[in-house]
T-cell receptor
Framework: KQEVTQIPAALSVPEGENLVLNCSFTDSAIYNLQWFRQDPGKGLTSLLL?????REQTSGRLNASLDKSSGRSTLYIAASQPGDSATYLCAVDPQGGSEKLVFGKGTKLTVNP | EPEVTQTPSHQVTQMGQEVILRCVPISNHLYFYWYRQILGQKVEFLVSFYNNEISEKSEIFDDQFSVERPDGSNFTLKIRSTKLEDSAMYFCASRVYAGANVLTFGAGSRLTVL
């Protein structure tokens, strides 16, 4: 059974700092991995999707990497801003016929001005 | 940018009542999903729906739950007799095809069962 873990559970940084969020998964048989942002009481906004054949994806100040063999992904946020404060969720899309995404519990990020 | 629309944004109901949550997926998407998130917990898969039938469901999705797409646009989740533990945020999602594609989520419907 696929399990997704995100460390740390919460992170507080000063504005301008570069930071890394971590995601690990137990079964390397995945189609892709997706990073989402969730603001309090809101829905999930897709940030980046990495296919299983890719090593990384970039969008603006965000860079996500994937090491499928070791079951790890990182989300790198450069030059953090207070507007980046949110919970960041990692989800894997398993192979093997299942359509469901399996989510981690998220990392709650606070960027202090 | 196309989006998934959910209504209501918040519903309060008494235990034992029926609830219907509605979703309008992105128009060219073929695969539809419901997920839920109990406060402070992980987002959990409930059900996937394709070609007017359930393609996969989780153990959470018992006989109290049902889904349908009655008119080709709305995608609904019905809870027949709500329990306290059904209180959660329910997210609808859709994608063009299964597998290698981005899943687009709606803003969610918060259900509070009293």
């Amino acid at each position: 059974k696929q399990e997704v873990t995100q460390i740390p559970a919460a992170l507080s940084v000063p504005e301008g700092e570069n930071l890394v969020l971590n995601c690990s998964f137990t079964d390397s048989a995945i189609y892709n991995l997706q990073w989402f942002r969730q603001d309090p009481g809101k829905g999930l906004t897709s940030l980046l999707l990495i296919q299983s054949s890719q090593r990384e994806q970039t969008s603006g100040r965000l860079n996500a990497s994937l090491d499928k063999s070791s079951g790890r992904s990182t989300l790198y946020i450069a030059a953090s801003q207070p507007g980046d404060s949110a919970t960041y969720l990692c989800a894997v899309d398993p192979q093997g016929g299942s359509e469901k995404l399996v989510f981690g519990k998220g990392t709650k990020l606070t960027v202090n001005p | 940018e196309p989006e998934v629309t959910q209504t209501p944004s918040h519903q309060v109901t008494q235990m034992g009542q029926e609830v219907i949550l509605r979703c309008v997926p992105i128009s060219n998407h073929l695969y539809f999903y419901w997920y839920r998130q109990i406060l402070g917990q992980k987002v959990e898969f409930l059900v996937s729906f394709y070609n007017n039938e359930i393609s996969e469901k989780s153990e959470i999705f018992d006989d109290q739950f049902s889904v349908e797409r009655p008119d080709g646009s709305n995608f609904t989740l019905k809870i027949r007799s709500t329990k306290l533990e059904d209180s959660a945020m329910y997210f609808c999602a859709s994608r063009v095809y299964a597998g290698a594609n981005v899943l687009t989520f709606g803003a969610g419907s918060r259900l509070t069962v009293l």
